[in-house]
């Protein structure tokens, strides 16, 4: 192991590297575009292909020729294209093929600018695309947690055949930090796929890889069983940090960028009396919703911190239940909400000031 | 002693086509499965279907086969081919599919000089969804979205998809035949045999135009149909070789 010093969006190809993704599909587009760039030289040097689609909605569709051709496969963009995306990740969906998929969120809607935001949550775990469905999304708030949740995403992904999605944000695939990297690159066991579609080679049935399913009693068969493995996923896949939470009175929580500087104002409002703690979802689908009910047992009070106008709030909210006051502290629109003001926030709700 | 002169291809499943009677979808599979039974690479082709009519296509080609979204097929192919290159991978596209939503993936597909084969169904009409207008409509021919038949001022001029690939220098082999009589299905059969032939080669892109029939949209008998499309189409989609590597002249 060395250690080596990694930006965000590099560090999300070496992962994908290291999980055994061999195939890049990707259209250009700020502020991930460090990500592309690392794998137009990376993914040669380990014998994987690397290709710049015409298009995010090309991209997602090249992702599902080569993932159902049986082979681990990312593409990357940020928010607009993400938008894009969407009818390949139902399709995605619909075949049951595992991807991943990284959105490097940046302020909207439309197109909105290239500082960092965290406004495609609803996007992300609420669907996005046409149909019933949901998609694991993991949510990284450093550069070392970016590597380890690669590798995550890849066997997830594999394990219950779904596409995975990666959030980060400007911030996140910036910035620069020491990463604990294995000195060989060795490519891990991928389990066999007997359901790819990559030619019979001696096989006597064909695979077909499809999401058509004409008669409305097959469809909702196909919803029923995806559901019962999404039933499993959150019974056994939700990830969630929590810091300093056992003796809390107002909870803060928040994903990302967005909880790690609420991690620093658990530090800063304890330095000042205040009894404060962290959630942090890494999972935001399945959504740690329990460990926010258990946390409501004791705390009085919890705090959503955002770079959007509120939206992971909601799944706060329904968490919480109605049992504590939920509060929201965001910036959107690709500002970055400030440790001093969130600290401030705290205070004036611990004092009974804010609604 | 008895002796097999004409059987279903091995390359077709026995699964009952769903296509209106009169529609040479089903003599464009049989081509396409002929080719694939005869250059022996049934268990190493790749197709990928459309949206359209041909959607069921994967339940009809004897081989692994994927179901892409609407127009996307080549980007689809495109990711298998890239991850599979010694495999056959061929796409087979409606007009609507392909020259309408699917028009960025074909030409870039094609540009790219991506090493797969495109079998492309005009018959100048959306199907699936009743007789609409397609990008391949001809001028002044009736759709239920051009109840008056297409005029130029408002909907523009048809798409001429194998002259356009043409322009391409990644294309390496583009041809438009028909199959409205004997004589042309035989010529439809070689150019598809050179388009899997251009890809095995590894020379480049290869596409086959197949000028087809609709004859319920059309509001015509199946013969009056072959005899339409004769008519009508080929005048205004010239047949012929647009493109081809000298390697397989």
Redesign the interface.
Known sequence: MSKVLMKGNEAIGEGAIRAGCR?F?GYPITPQSELPHYLAKRMPEVGG?F?Q???E???I???????????R?MTSSSSPGLSLMQ??IS?LVG?ELPCVIVNVMRGGPGLGNIAPAQSDYFQAVKGGGHGDYKLIVLAPASVQEIIDLMQVAFDLGDKYRTPVMLVGDGILGQMMEPVELADEVTVPEIAAKPWA??????REK???????YIVPEDCEELNKKLFAKYDVIAAEETRWEEYRLDDAEIVLTGFGTAARIAKSVVDKARAEGIKAGLIRPITLWPFPSEVYARAAEHAQKFLCIEMSMGQMLEDVRLAVNGKKPVHFYGRSGGMVPLAKDVLAEVKKIMAGGAE | MAKVIFKRPEAL?DKQFHYCPGCTHGIIHRLVAEVIDEMGI?????G?CPVGCS??A??Y?????????HG?AP??????????PD?MVFTYQGDGDLASIGT??I??AAARGEKITTIFVNNAVYGMTGGQMAPTTLPGQKTTTTPKGREKDAAGLPVKVSEMLSTLDGAAYIARVSVHDPKHILQAKKAIRKAFEVQQAGLGFALVEVLSTCPTNWGLSPKEALKWLAENMIPYYPLGVYKEPAEVK
């Open positions: 195939h599909f292909v290709l689609a015409e298009s909605t090309s991209s569709n090249m992702v599902y020729g080569a993932a159902g051709a049986g082979f496969v009818e390949g399709y075949a579609a990559g030619g019979l080679q001696g064909p695979n077909i890889i499809n999401s058509l | 499943t049934r268990d190493n082709t790749v990928v959607v069921f994967y339940d080609f004897n081989v692994d086969m994927f179901q892409a979204a996307r980007a689809v192919a495109t990711g298998i081919k890239r991850t599979l495999r960025a993936e030409v870039h």
